[in-house]
Each structure stands twice: as structure tokens, then as C-alpha cells.
């Protein structure tokens, strides 16, 4: 799916398991005691500075190699290609301004990748009942990350399926339920839902 994949990038290793909340705890560390340092030693300062850093001055937007090239040349402790694909919510390979300045907001992952797939649902699903259904393909009430990657990928969501599940499945079990999709994305209203029935399907086994 889309161009962000991380092992299309030639010489770059496969994606490595990372903790969406760890992970932006690293980088906000990060982003305070090293971008903006290395952005002020240059004049610049804020989010604009932070951006331009990463190599957004030019043209507006930071692409994969871009990020880490940079966040490896200045050690960055986390795991730079996974965040990448956590901050590009879109999964077009580039990352916008917009979308850097998000993910220095306490509220990044309801507001980025949890948003963007509940966005997605909301046109596929009348409740998220049905869409729990869907995505439980053996039908145990748990969802495996495969499982939910495998499926979410079928139905045509345009971002990174595996970024999803790692910011829903909040105990860090890889074991995803119906309870914490609803505290995470909570409910798919009744307009919502009408809206889903034009375009989407209702619940059931996804053919493969």
C-alpha cells in the first residue's frame, strides 16, 4: 500500500516493531534537546525551524530520506524510519508541516492516525460493532495484528494499517479487542453510518 513503505527505500531494513507512545516520547525528547538546539545554532526557531532542519525549507515537505538521513546523522535513540511512518498518517511518503507540528501535540495519536482510520470506517460501517465484525475475520472477539493489517489493507485504507493497530491496541498485547477500539476511537454515529452504506460493506467475511 501507498509509497511509504519503508522497505522500498533502498538499503533501508524492514520495519521494526515500535510503540507509537514510546516512540513519540523519544522523539519529543528529541525534537527539544536536538532539533531546536541544531535549528538556533542557524538562526532559525520554533516548529519552523525544527522543520526546515529535517529538510522541509525548500519545498515544503520532508520525504523519507530526507528525515533519516538527518535523525541519523544526530543519533537519534528511537526507531527513525518508524517514526516516519507513524508522522506521514497519510502514507503518501512525505511529510507536510501540518503534519510535523501534530506530532508535537500531546494529543498526536488520537488526532493523527486513530482519526484518520476512524474517518475511514465511518464511510464503511454503520457502527463499530459491524466494523469489529469485519476486521475479526475468526470471529474470537480478538484481533491478531495480521489479522487486522491483512483485512484493513482489503477494505482500501490508504495509510499504514500497522501504525493503526500498534496506537489501538493500548495494552501493547498484540492482541486488539472490541473494548479498546471503543475507548480509542469510540462511537460511528447514525449519520455516519448511513453514509457507510453508500459506500462501504456491512459486516462479514472479506474474500480473499
Not at 503518501?92 to 470506517?121: M, W
Not at 455516519?192 to 472479506?206: A, L, Q, R, S
Given at each position: 500500500?501507498?509509497?511509504?513503505?519503508?522497505?522500498?527505500?533502498?538499503?533501508?531494513?524492514?520495519?521494526?516493531?515500535?510503540?507509537?507512545?514510546?516512540?513519540?516520547?523519544?522523539?519529543?525528547?528529541?525534537?527539544n534537546d536536538t532539533i531546536l538546539h541544531e535549528a538556533?545554532?542557524?538562526?532559525?526557531?520554533?516548529?519552523?525551524?525544527?522543520?526546515?532542519?529535517?529538510?522541509?525549507?525548500?519545498?515544503?515537505?520532508?520525504?523519507?530520506?530526507?528525515?533519516?538521513?538527518?535523525?541519523?546523522?544526530?543519533?537519534?535513540?528511537?526507531?527513525?524510519?518508524?517514526?516516519?511512518?507513524?508522522?506521514?498518517?497519510?502514507?503518501?511518503?512525505?511529510?507536510?508541516?501540518?503534519?510535523?507540528?501534530?506530532?508535537?501535540?500531546?494529543?498526536?495519536?488520537?488526532?493523527?492516525?486513530?482519526?484518520?482510520?476512524?474517518?475511514?470506517?465511518?464511510?464503511?460501517?454503520?457502527?463499530?460493532?459491524?466494523?469489529?465484525?469485519?476486521?475479526?475475520?475468526?470471529?474470537?472477539?480478538?484481533?491478531?495484528?495480521?489479522?487486522?493489517?491483512?483485512?484493513?489493507?482489503?477494505?482500501?485504507?490508504?495509510?499504514?494499517?500497522?501504525?493503526?493497530?500498534?496506537?489501538?491496541?493500548?495494552?501493547?498485547?498484540?492482541?486488539?479487542?472490541?473494548?479498546?477500539?471503543?475507548?480509542?476511537?469510540?462511537?460511528?454515529?447514525?449519520?455516519?453510518?448511513?453514509?457507510?452504506?453508500?459506500?462501504?460493506?456491512?459486516?462479514?467475511?472479506?474474500?480473499?
Amino acid at each position: 500500500m501507498g509509497a511509504a513503505c519503508s522497505d522500498c527505500i533502498k538499503g533501508e531494513p524492514a520495519k521494526k516493531i515500535i510503540d507509537p507512545v514510546e516512540e513519540l516520547n523519544i522523539f519529543k525528547k528529541f525534537y527539544n534537546d536536538t532539533i531546536l538546539h541544531e535549528a538556533k545554532k542557524k538562526g532559525k526557531s520554533g516548529l519552523k525551524g525544527a522543520f526546515d532542519e529535517l529538510g522541509g525549507g525548500n519545498d515544503g515537505q520532508v520525504t523519507r530520506e530526507e528525515m533519516m538521513k538527518y535523525l541519523t546523522r544526530n543519533n537519534y535513540p528511537g526507531d527513525a524510519s518508524g517514526l516516519f511512518d507513524l508522522v506521514d498518517v497519510d502514507n503518501e511518503g512525505l511529510v507536510t508541516k501540518a503534519e510535523f507540528g501534530a506530532i508535537t501535540k500531546s494529543d498526536f495519536i488520537k488526532q493523527g492516525p486513530v482519526r484518520a482510520f476512524k474517518s475511514f470506517l465511518m464511510k464503511k460501517f454503520k457502527s463499530l460493532d459491524d466494523a469489529f465484525a469485519t476486521l475479526d475475520q475468526s470471529q474470537d472477539n480478538h484481533i491478531e495484528e495480521t489479522e487486522f493489517v491483512t483485512i484493513v489493507e482489503k477494505l482500501g485504507y490508504d495509510g499504514d494499517a500497522t501504525i493503526v493497530y500498534r496506537c489501538l491496541d493500548e495494552d501493547r498485547d498484540h492482541d486488539l479487542s472490541l473494548s479498546e477500539m471503543t475507548k480509542m476511537l469510540g462511537s460511528l454515529t447514525q449519520k455516519e453510518g448511513k453514509e457507510g452504506k453508500k459506500g462501504g460493506k456491512k459486516k462479514g467475511k472479506v474474500d480473499g
